[in-house]
């Protein structure tokens, strides 16, 4: 029993000297950075015409006749003036109604060229909540602090930093090797439209025979984290590889209606109940793709040595993890597929039988997940043969990118030589964007802004005081001026 105990024992203690050792040499993975040249910066141009372009109402509509063109004319006029080397040295389109389509040529034709995107859209002021602002949402009011306004996140600030940074090459005497397209959508915030003008853009490309070697649209950002003995003063530059679909998925039930005093034991509406907490219930299967497994090695690395001999232990934590992040709405949405039913309709009035109940229910797909899976999936749980399913809006996940890319390496490569302290990571895309539209045409798509801001700010893309602080203004010039030289070169 002794000798077993000493066995044992002695067994325990070299387990937990490797692994201390294993935890000793789990760090960063060593990348060789290319410095950054000196580069000149207009920034005070690029705060004025931020503000300025926050005031254009440039607001998005599913309905196109309710859209004010007007406004997107005025806007492109703006760029006209603001920009007058962008608008004499490139070849500028407008794909109808309102998507912008510049070229600019490179000395090599031969190679494929880069795309850099944004879209020209933001969404409406939700009525009611104007006075909620500090400052006027399309006034641009810059304070010294922060510009404010909608758009000011989402995304003019891109918009404008790449106009500004093209501009600022042309001005330096910069010629790409590679042609340099600048496409600019006029609906991304219509999310699943079949009328989407990132999408004819890219057929305008498709159609003249040209394939992109990249292309970087919104997605990713770069956060500040401290927490203090595990991830001290780091800053997680999250690279979107791929994007989650988006499905709005209508359930109905039919019934026979009629006078609430005499009513059945289960009309339509309580049908629809049991479907809906069906739905609540039996939620996607959740698992640790390679994205994920790629995220948290790589955070896992940058962890203080205590913390990482945990932390370089991943792969045998994985149901531990799983389970974390099934609990964590935040964690949650990395994992799985969501379900969040979001609108429900019944009887028009309180004394009258539904004759019709229905309820939409918001799906954000994993990669893999296609629209058919969706509606199986809501067969299958319901288990109710009298539910309609009507499928409202739609786009399937993105395809994932390469993080072994040229591409990746020179975005991470910037971002590392702006900020040392940098955590450079694959990233899965929440929302949508418009990169999802160039598929057919490149395999190396990247959803990356370079703007530092709080979770607290990104979060206010779409909500009241919508602000982006002036302090992260320059490093966005700094990124883009060094992407397009670095990406539209060669090699």
């Not at 070299?14 to 410095?35: R, S």
């Not at 409202?392 to 395809?399: D, G, M, R």
């Not at 602000?467 to 320059?474: D, G």
Request: net charge negative.
């Amino acid at each position: 029993m002794k000798k077993s105990t000493k066995i044992i024992g002695g067994t325990l203690i070299a387990a937990a000297a490797a692994n201390a050792v294993h935890a000793a040499m789990y760090k960063p993975k060593k990348t060789d950075l290319t410095p950054l040249p000196e580069e000149k910066f207009n920034v005070q141009r690029y705060r004025e015409n931020l503000s300025k372009a926050i005031q254009f109402k440039t607001i998005s509509n599913r309905v196109t006749e309710k859209v004010d063109w007007n406004e997107f004319d005025k806007f492109h006029k703006f760029l006209e003036e603001a920009y007058p080397l962008v608008h004499s040295k490139l070849e500028k389109e407008i794909i109808p109604p309102a998507n912008l389509f510049y070229r600019w040529k490179g000395t090599k034709p031969e190679l494929k060229p880069i795309a850099l995107l944004a879209h020209q859209d933001v969404v409406p002021v939700t009525s009611g909540t104007e006075k909620d602002w500090v400052h006027g949402a399309f006034e641009g009011v810059d304070d010294g602090e922060f510009i404010w306004g909608r758009g000011t996140i989402d995304m003019k600030n891109h918009l404008i930093a790449v106009m500004e940074s093209v501009e600022a090459l042309l001005e330096d005497g910069f010629e790409p090797e590679r042609d340099v397209y600048l496409l600019f959508g006029d609906n991304e915030e219509v999310v699943a439209n079949d009328i989407n003008g990132a999408h004819d853009l890219m057929i305008t490309l498709k159609n003249r025979g040209i394939e992109l070697d990249s292309v970087i649209d919104e997605g990713g950002a770069i956060i500040p984290i401290n927490v203090p003995g595990v991830l001290p003063n780091k800053h997680l530059v999250g690279i979107g590889i791929a994007e989650k679909g988006y499905s709005d998925i209508e359930i109905v039930v039919n019934g026979k209606g009629g006078h609430s005093s005499q009513p059945p034991k289960h009309n339509a509406l309580g049908e629809l109940a049991r479907a809906i907490q069906a739905l609540e219930d039996h939620q996607f299967k959740s698992s640790l793709n390679q994205l994920m497994k790629d995220l948290l090695d790589t955070v896992g690395r940058e962890c203080t040595y205590p913390v990482r001999l945990i932390t370089c232990n991943l792969p045998l934590l994985r149901p531990a993890i799983l389970e974390i992040c099934k609990q964590i709405p935040f964690g949650a949405c990395f994992v799985r597929t969501t379900t969040a039913v979001t609108m429900a309709q019944g009887s028009p009035a309180a004394n009258v039988l539904p004759q019709r109940a229905s309820a939409t229910v918001n799906f954000r797909a994993m990669p893999g997940t296609t629209k058919q899976d969706l509606v199986d999936h809501i067969r299958k749980v319901c288990k109710n043969d009298n539910l309609e399913i009507n499928v409202l809006n739609s786009k399937e996940a993105s395809k994932f990118s390469p993080t072994d890319s040229r591409t990746f390496k020179i975005i991470g490569d910037i971002c590392k030589n702006l900020e040392p302290n940098s955590i450079i990571a694959p990233y899965l895309v929440m929302g949508g964007t418009d990169a999802y539209n160039y598929e057919p045409i490149c395999d190396n798509i990247y959803r990356y802004a370079p703007f530092r801001v709080s979770v607290e700010l990104l979060r206010g893309a779409h909500g009241t005081n919508e602000r982006i602080p002036v302090s992260c203004l320059e490093d966005a010039l700094k990124f883009f001026k060094n992407y397009i030289r670095r990406a539209s070169a060669e090699e």
